[in-house]
């Protein structure tokens, strides 16, 4: 089985499943340390991206 990674938002690390912290401060799980390490970013990007849908929708 291929390791898993999650990002830790009370501590901002990655950690792997096996070491993983609570489950209320893990974001993931993802595939790659690297998508855990931008999961944040990621994160936001899908907000901002929502939010602008709604803009539009309520605008017409």
């Given amino acids: ?3 898993q990674y999650y990002y830790d938002v009370s501590t901002g690390r990655v950690q792997e499943v096996e070491h ?5 401060d893990l974001m993931g799980p ?4 690297e998508e855990a390490a ?6 936001r990007l899908r907000t901002e991206e929502n939010d602008r849908r ?6 017409w």
């Fill in 1 to 3: 089985m291929a390791t």
């Fill in 20 to 24: 993983k912290g609570q489950a209320k």
């Fill in 30 to 33: 993802y595939a790659t340390r």
């Fill in 38 to 43: 931008d999961a944040l970013r990621a994160a």
């Fill in 54 to 59: 709604d803009r539009e929708e309520d605008d």
